[in-house]
């Protein structure tokens, strides 16, 4: 019962200077659309959300934008360079990094392990390298792991947590890691897949403040989806809605809170169905 | 106290230790006569740990199951067999050897070139097998290595058909290729069977540079990244991993390590023998590793040593006249390959991580951590 | 996985996914196709007929029917817990020692004996064999994988290993190492009929009259039967199975069993066919069932006997032209090249882990 035009808003092109831009991005499987047809930018040094009911293709969609999947159709350039179907390892060298919704660190490394595996594509040691060791390799180690040291001191880990086995830390912490292997490889734009997932009031809102100095004193702009909406309310300068793989509407946080479409595709049509 | 540092704790009684048991196999031969069976015991033993340590990079550090590596026995044995024998009787080059072996005719080069033109060629093996499985999932992986391993093994034994212009053929078929030049150092006389010492002794340098290889490249960013893959290949790649090239290096590294051990063996032994490149080598070397423990560099040493043993000396030796006086009817060595398997089984069902687990190895085993992440974490689909 | 490694050169769409698909599957034809018509060729210069040919395809397709019997027990076992039962060949050689001794030993059958007695006392082997072969198969899962069902895929694979070497050495022992003849008791190699020019022997009929009544009863079976249905859901997801009230242990035990009594049968079969047994037999005829299943698409059953059938044909191309020593390098050239291009098969659907 909506009176809202059924074509989804595409400011995309209302974002001059956008650090991620795609274009008629789907990705279909087997015949069925996941996502459909999005335009999508995301505004340098912003902090931007993506939400959705679950199933709305949120997920898949970030799965294309670091290479895990290819488009079906559509476009994706990053800082102006096409990055459709890149590799996701190229595309980390990029400058784009991400965690996971299901937590994926290498349980069986130490949070510094995990962290300085970040860093792989900043670092040149090959396999001469590593097995003769020259100075420059031995600098490079010494440095990777101070940087790691100093990215899990950033995420808040104490020191005596950084040679504990991953697996071994608590669920809030290991988001933690996660984050610090993310920022590891100095992105300039970070994905981040339900990072307040299990966390309690208290957590979400030092992580809000976390990304705010995330992107003050680094520079790094942040793209997030997320479930919990008062992280989405108040750390969004923009918000995206996606619902059955399409985007549904888009623009700030409390527009898009009021708009019927999107209360529809939380709620169900006439607020009965599922 | 964090795991690193009650381990730093422990390195100086480590050090001593190691030291300790370095001596020892220096200096054992010493006190046994040339020939002795325990000195061509450890000959072959050593050997053993340095394939062992090369398959252990790529099924311990990169997770990649294979189950062909017999392959790169096979490839650096015909390496020696071509550039170190009198197999391509027409030609008549002679590079770094002197003496008797400078007048024999073929092509005989030098066993340190040889060595590392082995490696280099099993690398290059190592390459080619992996490529196609780079897409694979893990038992894919042990097939396709598996069959490669078997395409070899027929090469092998029906190369003297393959033949190149007049008279160059790619093996010497069944009778493999007999007697190829024994080790030649700078300096010193030809190696021969009458003194096993100096055969030994280079087994065992080359055993050192093998497990220091393997120590350097685990605590690498290289190591790092095939542990990464092993764990976690879509999280491994979404850090900026290269899946293809890190895989490739593993395959490469691995097949090397086994090229210049099999040039080794077959030096020793005077013969590129075209029967023993068997699916049951590849399962021999593959047990080392996993009885040691996966990715556990002394634990894959240990491994090696026991199962040579087993194979070896207590079969024969020791359980031949135990059977004989329990009057069992057959000769123990029958039940090699029974044993074997009952190895395996035991193995992996009673003790997964092998004797010595590396620690990561232990948890992915008992706790099912770092297994069967294969999805990306998409919402559910129709 | 999809795109975790190499990336295609474009964007595709669906159009172009969809062609690449056909691409390979008719790539993977061709290349099938190359020995027989590039024989076919040289028959037809040499010979002015293909019968040649047409008596290596006829041999091929018999030798595929048993390789079938084979092949379904390795898609079965893999569709349902994707695992590569590495045993399973060995299996199928003790069910040909069984058979063997039974007949020979137990029943004292040999070529003086008349001909009801031979055909019954060869019908109560095959039953004693399948019987054997499935109870092996069925305590090999209980002991070696059911406990490891939880760990990596490697501890499964390795105990399938070892189970092998262990039935390889049982067979060792039981009859020897080398090849051991057994009685021509059918008459493996009289030809029954010729059709044009091609000979249709009667270890053929013999290969085709066992394999097809089973064949189509294990289809039947497991399209049809409420036992069928349960490996059916138990393949496509165990834990929904599992809510449903299908007990996935007895299902999956049922699987083993049933590949079990078709080893069973291939074994006897094979006694006769060869007229040998050999402990080795196992291996070869495993790597090869393998391969067979995973070129007509790894646990779908229809896909494992035309594998069997094309595997059977290039093998026996292979082994009247190239000698019977290159088949093995053959076949597992064929092997790679369907696990590089298409690993899904000839038959199985791309799917979103396909390979």
């Given at each position: 019962?909506s009176?809202?035009?059924?074509?989804p808003p595409t400011?995309?092109d209302e974002v001059p200077?956008?650090?991620?831009r795609a274009?008629?991005?789907?990705k279909i499987?087997?015949?069925?659309?996941?996502?459909?047809?999005?335009?999508?930018?995301?505004?340098r040094?912003g902090?931007?959300s993506?939400i959705?009911?679950n199933?709305?293709?949120k997920?898949?969609?970030?799965?294309?934008l670091t290479?895990?999947?290819?488009?079906?159709?559509g476009?994706?350039a990053f800082?102006?360079?096409d990055i459709?179907?890149?590799?996701?390892d190229?595309i980390?060298?990029?400058g784009?990094?991400r965690?996971?919704q299901?937590?994926?660190l290498f349980?069986?490394?130490s949070?510094?392990?995990?962290?300085m595996?970040?860093e792989?594509?900043?670092?040149?040691?090959?396999l001469?390298?590593?097995i003769i060791r020259?100075?420059r390799?031995?600098?490079?180690?010494r440095?990777v792991?101070?940087k790691a040291?100093e990215?899990?001191a950033y995420?808040g880990?104490?020191?005596?947590?950084?040679?504990?086995?991953?697996?071994?830390l608590?669920?809030g912490?290991?988001r933690?890691?996660?984050?610090a292997r993310?920022?590891a490889?100095d992105?300039k734009l970070?994905?981040?897949?339900e990072?307040?997932?299990?966390?309690?009031?208290n957590?979400?809102a030092?992580l809000?403040?976390?990304?705010?100095k995330?992107r003050e004193?680094?520079?790094v702009t942040i793209?997030l989806?997320?479930?919990?909406?008062?992280v989405v309310m108040n750390v969004?300068?923009r918000v995206t809605?996606?619902?059955?793989g399409e985007?549904i509407?888009?623009g700030?946080?409390?527009?898009?809170?009021a708009n019927?479409r999107v209360i529809?595709a939380?709620?169900?049509k006439?607020?009965?169905?599922? | 106290?964090?795991?690193?540092?009650?381990?730093?704790?422990r390195?100086?009684a480590?050090?001593?230790l190691?030291?300790?048991?370095?001596a020892?196999?220096?200096?054992?031969?010493?006190?046994?006569?040339?020939t002795?069976?325990?000195t061509d015991f450890m000959v072959t033993?050593l050997?053993?740990?340095?394939m062992a340590?090369g398959?252990?990079i790529?099924v311990?550090f990169?997770?990649?199951?294979?189950?062909?590596?017999v392959?790169?026995?096979a490839?650096g044995s015909?390496?020696?067999?071509w550039?170190?024998s009198?197999?391509f009787?027409?030609a008549?080059?002679h590079l770094g050897?002197s003496g008797f072996?400078s007048?024999l005719p073929?092509?005989?080069?030098n066993?340190?070139?040889?060595?590392?033109v082995a490696?280099?060629v099993a690398?290059?093996?190592?390459?080619?097998i992996?490529?196609?499985t780079l897409?694979?999932r893990?038992?894919?992986?042990?097939i396709?290595?598996?069959?490669?391993g078997e395409?070899i093994?027929?090469?092998?034994?029906?190369?003297?058909?393959i033949?190149?212009?007049k008279?160059?053929r790619?093996?010497?078929?069944?009778?493999?290729i007999?007697?190829?030049?024994?080790?030649q150092?700078p300096?010193?006389?030809?190696?021969?069977p009458?003194?096993l010492r100096?055969?030994?002794?280079?087994?065992l340098?080359?055993?050192?540079?093998t497990?220091f290889?393997?120590?350097?490249?685990?605590?690498?960013?290289?190591?790092r990244?095939w542990?990464a893959?092993r764990?976690?290949?879509v999280?491994?790649?979404?850090?900026?991993?290269p899946l293809?090239?890190?895989k490739?290096?593993?395959?490469?590294t691995?097949?090397?390590?086994?090229g210049?051990?099999g040039?080794?063996?077959?030096?020793?032994q005077n013969?590129v023998n075209?029967?023993?490149?068997?699916?049951?080598?590849?399962?021999?070397?593959?047990a080392?590793?996993i009885?040691g423990?996966l990715g556990s560099?002394?634990?894959?040493?240990?491994?090696?040593?026991a199962?040579t043993?087993?194979?070896v000396k207590f079969?024969?030796d020791t359980?031949n006249p135990?059977f004989n006086?329990?009057g069992?009817g057959f000769?123990p060595?029958e039940?090699?390959?029974g044993?074997f398997?009952?190895?395996l089984v035991t193995?992996m069902i009673v003790?997964?991580?092998?004797?010595?687990p590396?620690r990561?190895r232990k948890?992915?085993l008992t706790?099912?951590?770092?297994?069967g992440e294969?999805d990306?974490?998409?919402?559910?689909?129709p | 996985m999809e795109a975790?490694s190499?990336?295609?050169?474009s964007?595709?769409?669906r159009?172009?996914d969809?062609?690449?698909?056909?691409?390979q599957r008719?790539?993977?034809?061709?290349?099938l196709?190359i020995?027989?018509?590039?024989f076919g060729?040289?028959?037809?210069?040499n010979?002015?007929?293909?019968?040649?040919l047409?008596n290596?395809?006829?041999a091929?397709l018999?030798?595929?029917?048993?390789?079938a019997?084979?092949?379904?027990?390795y898609?079965?076992?893999?569709?349902?817990?994707e695992?590569?039962?590495?045993?399973?060949g060995?299996?199928?050689?003790?069910?040909?020692?069984?058979?063997?001794?039974f007949?020979?030993v137990?029943l004292?059958?040999?070529?003086?004996?008349?001909?009801?007695?031979?055909v019954?006392g060869?019908l109560?082997?095959?039953?004693?064999a399948?019987?054997?072969?499935a109870?092996l198969?069925?305590m090999?899962?209980?002991v070696g994988?059911?406990?490891?069902r939880?760990?990596?895929?490697?501890?499964?694979l390795?105990?399938?290993v070892g189970?092998?070497?262990?039935l390889?050495?049982?067979?060792?022992?039981?009859?020897?190492?080398?090849p051991?003849?057994v009685?021509?008791?059918i008459?493996?190699?009289?030809t029954?009929?010729?059709?044009?020019?091609?000979?249709?022997?009667?270890?053929?009929l013999?290969?085709?009259?066992?394999?097809?009544?089973?064949?189509?009863?294990?289809?039947?079976?497991?399209?049809?039967?409420?036992l069928?249905?349960?490996?059916r859901?138990?393949a496509q997801d165990p834990?929904?199975a599992k809510?449903?009230g299908i007990n996935?242990d007895t299902?999956?035990a049922l699987?083993f069993?049933?590949?079990g009594l078709l080893?069973?049968?291939a074994g006897?079969v094979?006694?006769?066919?060869?007229?040998n047994?050999?402990f080795?037999?196992?291996f070869q005829a495993?790597l090869?069932?393998?391969?067979?299943?995973?070129?007509g698409?790894?646990g779908?059953l229809r896909g494992?006997?035309?594998g069997?059938l094309?595997?059977?044909?290039?093998g026996?191309i292979?082994?009247?032209r190239f000698?019977?020593?290159?088949?093995?390098a053959v076949v597992?050239?064929?092997?790679v090249l369907?696990?590089?291009?298409r690993?899904?098969?000839?038959i199985?659907?791309?799917t979103r882990e396909a390979?």
């Open positions: 019962m009176s809202e035009p059924d074509s400011n995309a200077d956008a650090i991620l274009t008629g991005v789907s499987f087997g015949g069925l659309s996941a996502v459909s047809d999005i335009d999508y930018a995301v505004p040094r902090i931007v993506i959705g009911p199933g709305a293709g997920t898949t969609f970030f799965n294309m290479g895990l999947y290819k488009p079906s159709t476009r994706i800082d102006e360079g459709t179907s890149g590799r996701p190229r980390t060298k990029l784009m990094a965690t996971f299901n937590i994926r349980g069986t490394m949070s510094l392990e995990n962290v595996v970040g792989h594509s900043r670092m040149r040691a090959g001469a390298g590593s020259t100075p390799v031995r600098r490079e180690e440095k792991r101070e040291r990215e899990l995420v880990l104490q020191p005596s947590q950084h040679d504990q086995l991953a697996i071994n608590s669920y912490d290991q933690r890691v996660e984050i993310a920022l490889s992105p970070l994905l981040l897949d990072p307040t997932c299990g966390m309690n009031p957590e979400s030092r809000v403040d976390f990304m705010r995330l004193e680094r520079g793209l989806i997320e479930h919990d909406m008062k969004s300068e809605v996606l619902d059955h985007k509407a888009e700030g946080p409390a527009e898009v809170r019927p529809e939380y709620l169900g006439s607020g009965t169905e599922g | 106290m964090s795991e690193v540092r009650a381990a730093m704790s390195r100086p480590q050090i001593a190691f030291a300790i048991v370095l020892f196999a220096v200096a054992f031969p010493l006190f046994l006569p040339k002795d069976g325990n033993a050997t053993y740990v340095m340590l398959l252990n790529v311990g990169a997770g990649l199951l294979d189950l062909g590596y392959a790169f026995y490839i015909y390496v020696l067999g550039l170190a009198g197999f009787a027409n008549n080059i050897v072996t007048s073929g092509i005989h080069v066993w340190i070139i040889v060595g590392i490696a280099i690398a290059i093996g190592g390459i080619l992996g490529l196609p897409r694979l893990g038992d894919y992986i042990a396709v290595t598996l069959a490669f395409i093994r027929v090469f092998a034994l029906n190369g003297d058909a033949t190149f212009g008279d160059v790619l093996t010497a078929g069944r009778q493999g007999t007697p190829v030049d024994p080790i150092l300096g010193i006389e030809r190696f021969n009458l003194d100096p055969w030994y002794w280079t087994a340098v080359l055993a050192l540079i497990l290889i393997n120590f350097r490249l685990r605590d690498s960013r290289l190591g990244a542990i893959i764990e976690d290949e999280a491994a790649s979404s850090m900026g991993v293809v090239r890190t490739l290096m593993a395959y490469a691995g097949a090397a390590l086994g210049t051990a040039a080794f063996l077959s030096s020793y013969t075209a029967d023993s490149f068997q699916f049951s080598f590849s399962i021999f070397v593959l080392m590793v009885l423990g560099i002394w634990g894959v040493v240990i491994g090696a040593i199962l043993y087993i194979n079969i024969p359980l135990l006086d329990i069992v000769d060595t039940i090699t390959g044993i398997g009952f190895l193995m003790r997964p991580e092998g004797l010595l590396e990561r948890l992915e706790e099912g951590i770092g297994v294969s990306l974490g998409g919402e559910a689909h | 975790a190499v990336p295609a050169p964007a595709g769409s159009p172009l969809a062609a690449r698909g056909f691409l008719w790539g993977l034809i061709v290349v196709l020995l027989p018509v590039w060729i040289q028959d037809l210069s010979d002015g007929n293909l019968v040649r047409g290596n395809l006829m091929g018999s030798n595929g029917a048993i390789i019997l084979i092949a379904l027990g898609t079965l076992v893999y569709g349902i817990i695992l590569i039962n590495f045993a399973h060995d299996v199928f050689m003790l069910g040909s020692f069984v058979a063997f001794q007949w020979n137990v004292g059958i040999g070529l003086g004996s008349s001909v009801p007695a031979i019954l060869l109560l082997s095959m039953l004693v399948m019987i054997v072969c109870t198969n069925v090999i899962e209980r994988y059911r406990p490891l939880n760990a990596p895929k490697l501890a499964p390795i105990t399938a189970f092998s070497f262990i390889q050495n049982v067979g060792l022992l039981w009859l020897g190492g080398s051991r003849s009685d021509d008791l008459k493996a190699q009289d029954v009929f010729t059709f044009v020019g091609i000979s249709v022997s009667r270890a053929d013999l290969a085709f009259g066992v394999t097809i009544p089973l064949v189509i009863a294990l289809t039947t079976f497991v399209a049809r039967s409420r069928g249905r349960a490996m859901a138990t834990e929904a809510l449903m996935v299902t999956i699987t069993l049933l590949g080893a069973g049968a006897l094979s006694a006769l066919y060869q007229t047994v050999w080795f037999s196992g495993g090869l069932a393998f391969t067979a299943a995973v070129m698409g790894i779908n494992a006997v035309l069997a094309i595997i059977g044909c290039i026996q292979s082994d009247n000698g019977g020593e290159w088949t093995a597992f050239g064929y092997l369907v696990m590089v291009f690993p899904q098969g000839l199985g659907e791309e390979g």
